[in-house]
C-alpha cells in the first residue's frame, strides 16, 4: 500500500517536473502562446466590462438630449390641469437615484409689451437639469421664488425686441395681474420654448389664475433596459387619473444606439478570439513539429496516446489560465482607459465578467489545442526513430 502510494507521488513528482521542462525550455514559443491568449482575454474583459456597464453609462450621456418621460392627465378633454401635489408624488415614484432632473409645467396665453405670448410656470432649478442643452444669453434663475424675473425664447425677445436684462411688462386681463419683470436670460433651444416666457410655477398660477395646477411635467431619467416602462406602469396604477409614459421617440434612440455599440462589441470580440485561436493553434503545431522526437521516445519507453494526450494537454492548460489570469488584470485596466476616454468616468467591475471570460477564452484555447493534439497523438514511434 505503502509502496502504490509512493510510486503515485513519484510519478506526479516526474509530470510536473517534465511540464515545467517543456515549458522552460520552449519559453519562446511559450511566451507567444501566453501573450495571445492574454490579449484576446484582455480584450473579451474589457469588452464585457463596458457592454454590462455601457447602458448606465449611455443612459446618463444621453440625459443631455432631454426628457424621457412624460406625465399628464390621462385625458385632457376632462381635465387639462393637475393637482401639483399629486404630480409631484407620481414623480417622487421615479427611481431617484437615477432622477437627474424632472420639472412640472403650466401654460398659458398673457400680453406682453409688443403682443401675446405664451407663458410657461416651470421648476428652474428642475428645468435646468432637465434641459442642459439649452444656450442661454445672460443668467439662469436659481431662485426658485423668485417672482421678480424671467426668461424668454430667443425667437420671442427677437420679436418683442427683447434682451437679457431689459425688463417686459405682463399682463393677464382675466385675473387682474400686472407687473413688470426682469429677464435674466435668453434661451436658444431649436424648439417651441424659443417662443415663450418662463416663469416660476408659483408665479405662472397666480398670472393664470390656477395656483397648486400644472398641465404636465416632464423628467429625464437614467434608465437600464425596460425599467423605465414599470416605473411609469406603477404611477399609472397608483393614480388612474395619470397617464405616464416613457418619451418614445428617445427611448427607442436610446434602445437602438445601444443595440448597435453592444452588437459591434460582439463582433470584434468575436474576431480578436478567432485571431487568438489561430496564433495558439499556429503556435501549438510548431512546438508539436518540434517535439516529435521526444513524443515517439515517450511513446518507445511505454507512453500511450492517453499519457501523451495528458501531458500535451496539462502544458495548454497552464499556458491558457496563466494567460487568462493575466488577461483578467489586463482587461479590467483596459475597460477603465475606454471608460475613461468614451464616458469621463470609471467602469465598474461585474461579477458576470469573470465566468464570461474564461469560458470564451478556455473555448478558443480548446479549439486551438485540437489540431495540435492530433498530430501528437498520431506521432509514430517506430517512422520517428527511423527517420533519426
Not at 499556429?282 to 492517453?306: C, F, N, P, Q, Y
Not at 495528458?310 to 485596466?333: M, P, R
Request: hydrophobic share 50%; with cysteine; net charge positive.
Amino acid at each position: 500500500m505503502g509502496g502504490d502510494k509512493t510510486g503515485v507521488m513519484t510519478n506526479r513528482r516526474m509530470f510536473v517536473r517534465i511540464l515545467a521542462a517543456s515549458l522552460k525550455e520552449r519559453r519562446s514559443r511559450v511566451s507567444i502562446a501566453f501573450f495571445s491568449i492574454m490579449i484576446g482575454a484582455s480584450v473579451i474583459t474589457a469588452l464585457s466590462c463596458v457592454h454590462f456597464d455601457v447602458s448606465a453609462k449611455m443612459s446618463r450621456e444621453l440625459r443631455a438630449y432631454g426628457a424621457n418621460v412624460f406625465i399628464g392627465p390621462k385625458d385632457p378633454s376632462v381635465a387639462r390641469v393637475l393637482d401639483a401635489r399629486v404630480v409631484a408624488e407620481a414623480l417622487s415614484l421615479l427611481p431617484a437615484k437615477n432622477m437627474v432632473g424632472a420639472s412640472p409645467y403650466l401654460y398659458g396665453v398673457v400680453r406682453l409689451d409688443l403682443g401675446s405670448a405664451v407663458l410657461a410656470g416651470v421648476d428652474f432649478s428642475g428645468l435646468r437639469r432637465l434641459s442642459p442643452y439649452w444656450q442661454v444669453d445672460g443668467r439662469w434663475i436659481v431662485v426658485d421664488f423668485d417672482d421678480r424675473s424671467c426668461m424668454i425664447g430667443r425667437a420671442l425677445a427677437k420679436r418683442m425686441e427683447l434682451k437679457a436684462g431689459d425688463s417686459v411688462t405682463v399682463t393677464k386681463n382675466e385675473t387682474g395681474f400686472h407687473r413688470k419683470l426682469r429677464i435674466k436670460g435668453v434661451v436658444e433651444t431649436g424648439q417651441a420654448e424659443d417662443e415663450r416666457i418662463f416663469v416660476n410655477l408659483a408665479l405662472a398660477g397666480r398670472i393664470l389664475g390656477q395656483p397648486g395646477k400644472v398641465n404636465h411635467a416632464m423628467a429625464s431619467v437614467v434608465s437600464e433596459g425596460a425599467d423605465i416602462g414599470a416605473a411609469a406602469a406603477g404611477i399609472g396604477a397608483r393614480f388612474p387619473g395619470l397617464e405616464a409614459r416613457p418619451i418614445r421617440r428617445i427611448s427607442y434612440s436610446e434602445g437602438k444606439i445601444l443595440d448597435k455599440i453592444k452588437g459591434l462589441m460582439v463582433l470584434i470580440a468575436l474576431i480578436v478570439l478567432m485571431v487568438t485561436t489561430l496564433c495558439v493553434m499556429t503556435t501549438l503545431i510548431a512546438i508539436v513539429a518540434e517535439r516529435t522526437r521526444e513524443i515517439g521516445l515517450m511513446k518507445a519507453i511505454g507512453a500511450d496516446d492517453r499519457g501523451v494526450a495528458v501531458q500535451f494537454l496539462s502544458e495548454a492548460l497552464v499556458i491558457a489560465l496563466a494567460g487568462i489570469a493575466a488577461g483578467l488584470a489586463a482587461g479590467f485596466g483596459l475597460a477603465q482607459v475606454l471608460g475613461q476616454a468614451v464616458f469621463g468616468s470609471r467602469i465598474a467591475f461585474r461579477a458576470e465578467v469573470l465566468p464570461v471570460t474564461i469560458v470564451l477564452s478556455l473555448f478558443a484555447a480548446l479549439i486551438a489545442v485540437a489540431l495540435p493534439l492530433k498530430m501528437a497523438v498520431r506521432v509514430v514511434p517506430a517512422q520517428v526513430l527511423k527517420e533519426e
